[in-house]
């Protein structure tokens, strides 16, 4: 049986350009996407698109699979294709939608005919299948209303017969709102920040600071498994790793130690800003959420976004944990997040941070660093490598 996938657009506010740049960007991540998993056509017409598999060993169920955290997409669903003759619709629908009424107690059938020249209209198409499964299936009933399964036939240039539409990713297409740089420790909010802001349709180039020896191998592995599960939702990432050793050691001898986090999280912001212009991103996203931790006060993170000259994204920002957490378990970090690795923002942590910081005071305790050329050196030893859901890629 020849069976296909149909895929409706999310966000149907969008119009005019807008809706065809959507568009075409989803296009694209979709064929991106199910590459890996065989040869596919991809069509698209009145914001469905069909996604035909080529040849026999094209793996439907893989990009189903994948198609399913796909973002831009609101609903998609699995069809059936047969002859446009109604003897082998009521002979394949059956067969086909067998598992799905199985389990259902109500159902209904609705049939949209836009090819008019079949011989039967849309009122004794739903009729004529609803019999036939009723037949095949006596423990169903029909339940116009509220039916545990809508089967749908549909008569175009071919005949299409699906179940049930499954929920999309939801969002916007990735890409389609730039490029932005995501700050990754191997915490639990930054991964989720970095699901919520792909889902707004950016694209994400990843930084990690990384302090060696006082931060293991292991807590880069950790960012990578991370980022590796992200990427099944926002396709290929750039990880750039900053040598932070040098600043934060110097953070130490020359600063007042109230102030060492708000410093060194000002070096970040600095640092990612200057990588973020060469990378082509608009803006940084942090898992950042107001009063989780001294350096996320208000008067704190005033004090970080001083140094900045992007925009900072911070969609955990009003979230209790509990919430984020919620999100982390459905993206699959939360197990990775929770091992017991330490970053560099647990190394050097004062006693007693500064809780409201004044910008003016945080200014005067960097004073005693060469702010440019510590940044520059740890910019220029960056190291990038590529991560995907399947682990990292060699550059
Ligand atoms: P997370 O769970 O994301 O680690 P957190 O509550 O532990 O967050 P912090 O450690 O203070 O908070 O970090 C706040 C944000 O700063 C993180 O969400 C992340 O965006 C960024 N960040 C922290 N450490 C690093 C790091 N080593 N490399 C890159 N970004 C970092
Ligand atoms: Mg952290």
Redo the contacts with the bound molecule.
Sequence with gaps: MKEIILIKDGELALKGLNRSSFESMLMKNIKRRIHPFGAFQLKNSQSTITVTPLDENADLDAAADEISRVFGISAYSRAAVSEKDIDKILEIAPEYLKDQLEEAKTFKVEAKRSDKSFPYNSPEISAMVGGKLLESFPHLKVDVKNPDIKVTVEIRDQAYIRGNQLKGAGGMPVGSSGRAM??????????V?AYMMAKRGLELVG????SPPY?SPRSEQK?HDLLSKVARYSGRIWLHT?P?TEIQELIREKCPEEYF?IIM?RF?MRIACMLAEKTDCHAL?????VA??A??TTLALGCTDAVATQPVFRP?IGMDKEEIITISRKIETFDI?IQPFE????VFTPKHPKTRPQLKDVEEAEKTLDIEALCQRAVDGIQRIAITSDGVQND
């Design positions: 995501l700050l990754i420790s191997g915490g639990i909010d930054s991964p920040a930084i990690h600071f990384a931060t960012v900053v932070f986090t999280r970040m996203i942090t898992g950042e959420s989780q931790v350096s996320q955990c997040s970053d560099c923002c647990t």
